[in-house]
């Protein structure tokens, strides 16, 4: 493994994220497993914290035996697919302090905005533990990083269970001394910043709130040019991304016909043209709520049912 990148290989990770990956894996297996998965990897990632001796006395005799260094350690989940790990790193370290980083899209910038940070008091003693089940385009894992550097931690580590080999370039470049840990390194990421082979969208399967269209339309990058139903386009997501642009459909009384629609969204993915995922300059935050290229379909979308 690259250096300052560490693989969670125990045979009860690996086994546990097997299961974990399966579709039909229950939300409530998926949170059971992700929570044990948790307790493993707190041993992994807290083995070699600092210590230092102490004098106690057994019911026999004095002794010097180890503690951890400094303050109790922190555990930050990035908010929301992070709490679905806090559980089982808390089942290890009962004591540990907890940090959140709340962060999602913006639309229109596509950077990741910080909406709720709050951490414990005496952060210059205290190990932080990053906890993201995903690490895909890494932009959102920089962002959280970069905020939490404020906080001027001693020290701190990522821990994510899945990864994608660009986010892990992404993270290593902006934080080189932040320490990865994961379980896998999957191929690759798809159009919409999944990773892939991945396991979804990780909040929706600890939440619970998947939509089984809207996994269908992330399945494959294709999916997204085929042409919705009207009933499972108002039910899904993109409705509300959309909902704008068909308003502003209405105003400009867009021509119905097939050619002016085609023409009126190209000149929309000009107006709006942007690199693609990954690519230098791209901003994107993903799967934080965020649907990189939802526009351009939205676009269609809207005016295929103007
Ligand atoms: N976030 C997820 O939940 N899943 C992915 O595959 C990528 C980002």
């Keep these: 493994m690259t250096t300052n990148v560490h693989l969670f290989d125990h045979p009860l990770v690996q086994h546990k994220l097997t299961l974990l990956r399966k579709k ?23 083995r070699d914290m600092p210590m230092h001796e102490v004098e106690i006395e057994t019911p026999l005799e004095t002794m010097r035996s180890r503690l951890i260094d400094g303050k109790k350690l922190v555990f930050v989940p990035i908010l929301r697919a992070g709490m679905g790990l806090l559980d089982g790193f808390l089942s290890v370290v009962p004591g540990a302090r907890v940090g959140h980083i709340g962060l999602y899209r913006d639309p229109k910038t596509l950077v990741a905005v910080e909406y709720y940070f709050k951490m414990p008091s005496g952060m210059k003693e205290r190990d932080a533990i990053v906890l993201d089940p995903m690490l895909a385009t890494g932009n959102s894992a920089v962002a959280a990083v970069e905020r939490l550097k404020e906080a001027r931690p001693r020290s701190i580590r990522f821990v994510c269970l899945v990864s994608s080999p660009q986010g892990i370039a992404t993270l290593r470049q902006a934080h080189p001394d932040v320490p990865i840990y994961t379980a896998s390194v999957d191929r690759e990421l798809n159009d919409h910043a999944y990773i892939l082979p991945g396991l979804g969208d990780a909040g929706d399967r600890i939440f619970g709130t998947s939509d089984r269209r809207r996994s269908d339309v992330l399945r494959q ?3 997204m040019q085929r042409p919705l139903s009207f009933a ?13 642009l068909r308003a502003e459909a209405g105003r400009r009384r867009c021509p119905p016909g097939r050619r002016a629609v085609r023409a009126h969204a190209h000149a929309h993915d000009r107006r709006h043209a942007r690199p693609p995922a990954g690519a230098p300059g791209d901003r994107r935050v993903a799967g934080k709520g965020g649907f990189p290229g939802a526009s351009r379909i939205a676009c269609r979308a809207a005016y295929r049912h103007h």
Excluded at 27 to 41: A, C, V, Y
Excluded at 234 to 244: F, G, Q, T
């Design 232 to 244: 499972t386009f108002r039910r899904s997501p993109l409705a509300a991304i959309v909902a704008p």
């Design 221 to 223: 990058g294709q999916a």
């Design 24 to 46: 039909e894996t229950s939300t409530t297996s998926f949170r059971r497993l992700l929570n044990e998965i948790g307790s493993l990897m707190t041993y992994e990632v807290t």
